[in-house]
């Protein structure tokens, strides 16, 4: 069984640009997840997603944050315009969602550079 | 509200010594709780878990008992290997949340 997926495992803009970041869940979870650990800190909850639908997204630190799911499947995270500050690593994460749903298989991360 | 607390590293043992990494947790409820370890270049693996009271997860060696009197979930290892060389994540999950609440994670680096 294919686990999570991310892609780019690493990226590298400046200042004002965009990126894209995608999230391929584990086939069949309905729960998808978004963390992001800066370093040396927590990691942190972005938003939450049951399908295509947006279930929490309290973690989101602003409007540059945009996170789409469409029709269920896999995810992107977009930053727009990128600022220093959001250089981290961004985990996306899957789980059931029923049972086991508190069970988190997560993906390797993509480790964001703002410069 | 909840969150997770885990000793500062890093933690530096010789290899075959006791390794304890402290975890105490402050949450409402009964939460579930966890160790994710990520290996150098990989991502988070979930390590072992507990999802309630006086339970033991176990796995490669690695132990954690939940205490609900004391609010821990300490990590512990009899014999530590180099291959145990990663950041481990003390985490709970909340019945009442949507997500896993995570430590600031312990570097631990184990030398032969």
Redesign the interface.
């Given at each position: 069984e294919a686990g999570v997926t991310q892609f780019p495992s690493h990226s590298v803009i400046e200042k004002g640009q965009t990126v894209t970041l995608r999230c391929d869940p584990i086939s069949g979870h309905d729960n998808l997840y978004w963390y992001r650990r800066v370093m040396g800190k927590e990691i942190k909850f972005l938003l939450h997603f049951v399908k295509e639908s947006k279930q929490d997204e309290s973690g989101m630190p602003n409007n540059r944050f945009l996170a789409e799911r469409t029709g269920g499947t896999y995810s992107t995270l977009k930053v727009q315009p990128a600022e220093l500050e959001d250089s981290g690593v961004y985990f996306c994460a899957s789980s059931q969602l029923t049972g086991k749903s508190y069970e988190q298989y997560f993906g390797p991360g993509t480790r964001l550079t703002v410069t | 509200g909840n969150s997770?607390t885990q000793m500062e590293g890093p933690v530096t043992l010789s290899e075959e010594a006791f390794l304890t990494i402290n975890c105490t947790y402050t949450a409402t409820g009964y939460p579930?709780l966890f160790w994710?370890v990520q290996y150098p270049g990989?991502?988070?693996?979930?390590l072992l878990?507990a999802?309630k009271a006086d339970d033991k997860g176990s796995n490669k060696g690695f132990e954690a008992t939940y205490r609900k009197e004391t609010t821990s979930f300490h990590l512990e290892k009899g014999s530590v290997q180099v291959s145990d060389s990663a950041v481990y994540?003390c985490?709970l999950?909340n019945?009442a949340g949507?997500?896993?609440?995570?430590?600031?994670?312990t570097t631990l680096s184990v030398s032969s």
């Open positions: - | 997770v579930s994710y990989e991502g988070l693996q979930l878990k999802t994540f985490a999950f019945q949507t997500a896993l609440i995570f430590g600031k994670g």
